[in-house]
């Protein structure tokens, strides 16, 4: 199973029926990404928005009804091209170097995105239905890494080894958000014991290692 944006069935927004319209939706898009950088979205104005994009205010709202609207295209622009980059990474990193650097991955971009998923955290609160399909995005992604660990192991993984998966998944998007959202310490996200905690904890939690090195016994068993 890849990864892609299907959590959301159609892109927020108005109907874009012509190229031109197309372009300045997507300008829009990344222009809040690049405003969210350095402010919080509730601090960002439409008007501030679409001056940034070089468009009218009245350009914005030829293609979203409100800044929630505007925000859920945000965030299936975020399942989209956090898809792509994941399925690049699994297929282009090692198997024995994959954990450390998807745990790297998730953390940079979070980290670089840290204004972007506290509105969403923050929008979470007051729309629960809003997270459904982001908790979907992250049991797909431990879907995602089961699959691949089972095809190294040439097995299908236990339920005990996939449910540990599971939760290393859960205890590491967890103290992200709670990293973003409170701040807590002492540890933080711009620090490199952040990132080797965090990997380290899914490891132990996993068994990583223990799963790794049953594979290499194996493959000697069956080469010998």
Do not use: C
């Amino acid at each position: 199973m890849k990864l892609g944006n299907k959590h959301l069935i159609e892109i927020p927004g108005l109907s874009i029926k012509q190229n031109r319209s197309k372009r300045t939706y997507d300008a829009l898009i990344k222009t809040g990404f690049q405003l969210l950088k350095k402010r919080d979205f509730t601090a960002i104005t439409v008007a501030e928005l679409s001056q940034s994009a070089g468009y009218s205010v009245g350009a914005f709202y030829a293609r979203f009804r409100s800044k929630d609207e505007f925000f859920n295209a945000m965030v299936a622009h975020h399942f989209e091209t956090r898809g792509v980059d994941l399925e690049h990474l699994f297929t282009t990193v090692q198997i024995n170097v994959l954990i450390d650097e998807l745990i790297k991955d998730i953390v940079h971009y979070y980290w670089v995105n840290q204004n972007f998923w506290r509105a969403a955290l923050v929008r979470s609160m007051r729309d629960p239905d809003f997270w459904t399909p982001i908790r979907r995005s992250g049991h797909d992604l431990a879907t995602r890494v089961i699959g691949i660990l089972s095809e190294q192991n040439d097995r299908t993984l236990t339920d005990l080894e996939q449910t540990n998966i599971r939760f290393a998944f859960q205890i590491t998007l967890g103290t992200i958000n709670n990293t973003i959202i409170n701040r807590p310490g002492p540890i933080f996200m711009n620090q490199r014991l952040f990132v080797e905690g965090l990997a380290r904890a899914f490891r132990l939690v996993t068994d990583y290692d223990s799963m790794m090195k049953k594979k290499k016994r194996v493959n000697v068993k069956s080469s010998a």
